[in-house]
């Protein structure tokens, strides 16, 4: 299957993306980490630049999700929603306070979604007990490479924690009872995880400070991040033609075996630790054999009672009638050229939005495998691609 690899030139406000629904009222990252991807679309080492209001942006989510949802009859999904995909909501004060403001509207909204923050920075303790009181599930996803303990030339300029400074934002969230502090791993490589001994060490230390979970990511190569950068700071040793994630499988097994031996969770997905988080299964089907799980889910240190809440979820459905009616009219296709395979995955002909591939997966669960897709973002995403399991 062929992929069309565009960058992303404008960024809509309300999106959906692999795990979550993106709101992205602020464009622009203080930070300048030189395997970003903002940097192809000019984001990064930028001033943060709000579009909208805290009040507009909640308005602008609660309409959209009535235009895509408001045909289920109840029937509604839990899909995360995630502020700042193209920000850093914590790494300056202005940023902070809008994440204040638009937690506090989502909370009036009731919408019944975590709300999701990925960020290299820290919430001050007034925030974190402002956030916490508002009954909502949270999860922050403090993202933290370790470069600074193993690579000599900076990867990551700006107002970023260190390590240490990970370690206590995350002992700054235990006593809270709405707020779930999780380690976004990313991107794992073979010069920021040297040995299996540093890994088990800064496991333990995750798991100390309070860390729920973290989720491993490869390291990006695609979307035209300027590998030159990459080879400069050694995350990567010559120039490569992949399009998309590199995945170190070696540092991956030091990373899941030092899980093992902590007992902590470590994952591949970041749908698995917003589950973990909120205490329900896992949405997206990433447990099932025929979306991938062999890689997945499997080979992951998962506690076992979370194991056995995602197996009771069951992606055969009754029937598919309507929502095969749905994929097909929004395609503007006929039903009958719709090719259902196990595990609820629908073979289509043609092109697809990537933004559409999210859609389905988010509303019916059904992951949808065009001939080609259309890129909308700075990454691809690993749904609607296929793979040995169809």
């Not at 404008?10 to 930070?31: F, K, L, N, R, Y």
């Not at 390590?163 to 206590?168: G, H």
């Not at 040995?195 to 490869?218: D, F, H, P």
Request: hydrophobic content about 35%; glycine content about 6%; overall charge negative.
């Amino acid at each position: 299957m062929t992929t069309q690899q565009v960058p992303q030139r404008h960024v809509a406000i309300i999106a959906e993306h692999d795990t979550w629904i993106s709101v992205d009222p602020i464009v622009g990252c203080p930070a300048n980490c030189s395997y970003c991807y903002l940097g192809p679309i000019g984001l990064k080492a930028r001033k943060p630049r709000p579009r909208v209001s805290p009040e507009e942006a909640v308005n602008m989510l609660c309409r959209y999700l009535e235009e895509t949802r408001g045909d289920m009859a109840g029937k509604l999904d839990s899909t995360p929603i995630c502020l700042g995909n193209y920000t850093d909501m914590l790494l300056t004060a202005d940023n902070r306070e809008y994440f204040r403001l638009f937690a506090h509207e989502f909370a009036r909204a009731r919408q019944d979604r975590p709300l999701v923050v990925v960020s290299k920075g820290r919430m001050p303790r007034p925030l974190i007990e402002d956030l916490d009181g508002l009954g909502i599930d949270i999860v922050i996803f403090c993202s933290q490479s370790f470069h600074r303990t193993t690579l000599a030339v900076r990867t990551e300029k700006g107002p970023v924690l260190s390590p240490e400074e990970t370690f206590s934002a995350g002992r700054s969230c235990r006593d809270c009872e709405n707020i779930t502090m999780v380690h976004y791993w990313r991107p794992i490589t073979r010069k920021s995880v040297p040995s299996r001994n540093w890994a088990v060490q800064t496991v333990q230390q995750l798991k100390e400070s309070g860390y729920r979970c973290s989720v491993a990511i490869g390291l990006s190569v695609g979307a035209g991040i300027a590998q030159h950068d990459l080879i400069e700071t050694g995350l990567l040793a010559a120039l490569s033609d992949t399009c998309d994630e590199m995945w170190d499988a070696e540092v991956w097994q030091d990373i899941n075996s030092a899980a093992a031996t902590v007992g902590y969770p470590v994952y591949r997905s970041t749908s698995c630790a917003i589950a973990l988080a909120t205490g329900k299964a896992e949405a997206l089907g990433v447990w099932d054999s025929r979306r991938g799980a062999a890689e997945q889910c499997l080979p992951c240190n998962c506690p076992e009672s979370q194991r056995a809440v995602c197996r009771s979820r069951n992606l055969e459905s009754t029937s598919l009638e309507q929502p095969l009616e749905w994929i097909a009219r929004q395609l503007g296709q006929d039903v009958s050229r719709l090719d259902v395979l196990p595990g609820q995955r629908v073979r289509v002909p043609g092109e697809v939005q990537q933004s559409m591939i999210s859609l389905t997966l988010h509303k019916y669960q059904i992951e949808l495998l065009p001939e080609s897709i259309s890129a909308e973002r700075a990454w691809l995403g690993r749904f609607g691609r296929g793979g040995e399991n169809e």
